[in-house]
C-alpha cells in the first residue's frame, strides 16, 4: 500500500495519505478537494465535521488540515476504517478523530443519540446512490446545525434530488465526479 494522496492546503499541506486497496473505495480527487474547499471559503475552520462515507478520510484529514475542530470518520468497511486510523496516526492527529466503523444509518442514529451535531457533513457515497435516506435521516436526528453545509459528491451525470428540508447552494462538476454543496432550509422557509 502506497501513500498516495496528498493534502492539497494548509496545517498539512503537501502531506501524503494511505487509500485503501480494491476497487470499493474511489478517493476524491486533489483537484477536486481543492476546488470543494474553494468552494466552502473556510468553512471548516473551527468546525465540527462528520465525514459519513470516509473511505480513505481525505475530505475530513483535508478539513482538518484547514483548521476544523475534530471529525468523525464513519465507513462500514474495516478496511477503510484501519486506513483512516492509520492516516490519522500518519499526521499525529488521532486527538481530533473519532472513529466509526457502522454503516450511515447506524451512525447517524449513534450521533443523533448522542447530541452530535455538526458544522460541515461530508456525503462521497458510492456513485448512484440514492440519497434521499440518508438526508432524511440527517434532519431526523438533527445532526447538522442550522447554518451548517453538507457536501455531497456524486457522478457528474447524476441530479441530486433533495428531500423537504434542505437547499442547494450550490453545485460544479469536474469531469466525472460532481460537488454539491447544500444545506437545511431557513425554518421560515419551512413555514
Known sequence: MKAN???TGGEYRSRRLYAPEGRDTR???AMVREALFNML???SGNAGVLDLFAGSGALGFEALSRGAAAVTFCDTAPGAM???RRN???LSAQDRCTFLQLDWCQALHKLGGQGERFDLIFLDPPYGMDLAPVLLEILAQGTLNPGGQAVVEHGSREEISLPAGFDTLRSRRYGESAITLITLTMEEDRA
Open 88 to 90: 490519522a496516526a500518519l
Open 82 to 84: 484501519a486506513v483512516v
Open 5 to 7: 494522496l496528498v493534502i
Open 27 to 29: 478517493p476524491t480527487r
Open 41 to 43: 471559503q473556510g468553512a
